[in-house]
Every structure is written in C-alpha cells, then in structure tokens.
C-alpha cells in the first residue's frame, strides 16, 4: 500500500521556522521525483519545490527560494521541507508528492500538513 505521510505542520509567527516530513512507504521511493506543493483558501494548489530522484537537481518556486530547503534521504524514505523566515503568506496546506515517468505518469501525494503563520 503506498503512502505519504506529511508531518511537522502548525502555527509559527512571522519570522519563524517550521521544518516539514514527509514519510514515504510502498513504492520505490529512490526512483522517484520528489515536490512539495501548498494550498492557500480559495487559491490553486502551487508547487513549492521539487528534487530529483537522486537529488542532483533541486528547483524552488520564487516565492521561496533563499527561505525554503528542500531535501531527500533515499535510505529513510523520507523528504524534508526547512522552512525559514516564515511569511503569513506561506499559510497553507503543504502536500508532499512523488512522480516518475514521462509518457506514463505515476503520482502519489500525501494528506496535506497545514501550516499557519500569525502573530
């Protein structure tokens, strides 16, 4: 059975930090491109950012380059969001998925963690 399991969300005021898991089990994790996406109310689900199988390559959206870390341990399954100098406009539901393939695409996501940033 594949999961995704996204862990270490809440509330943190401005100017903090949040470090975000998630725990991969299932499926042939090392294989797989790794991103993190989040979803503000009433807004499009956006990408966040996104490594690659063997985390050679790493791309973050504008929004949170030089603040956000995303990384991967293929030994633990696990991927990992360090979220630095938080902004109330970084409040959202954060999903983890997992994507290989190009003609066939095959995609996992996770349950979503919220995370809120308020004083």
């Known amino acids: 059975q594949v999961q995704l399991v996204e862990s270490g969300g809440g509330l943190v005021q401005p100017g903090g930090s949040l470090r975000l898991s998630c725990a991969a089990s299932g499926f042939t994790f090392s294989i797989y491109a790794m991103s993190w996406y989040r979803q503000a109310p009433g807004k499009e689900r956006e990408l966040v950012a996104h490594?690659?199988?063997?985390?050679?390559?790493?791309d973050y959206a504008d929004s949170v380059k030089g603040r956000f870390t995303i990384s991967r341990d293929n030994v633990k399954k696990t991927m990992t969001l360090q979220m630095n100098s938080l902004k109330p406009e970084d409040t959202a539901v954060y999903y983890c998925k997992a994507q290989r393939g190009v003609v066939r695409i095959v995609e996992y996501w996770g349950q979503g963690t919220q995370v809120t940033v308020s004083s």
């Open positions: 490594i690659t199988s063997a985390g050679g390559s790493i």
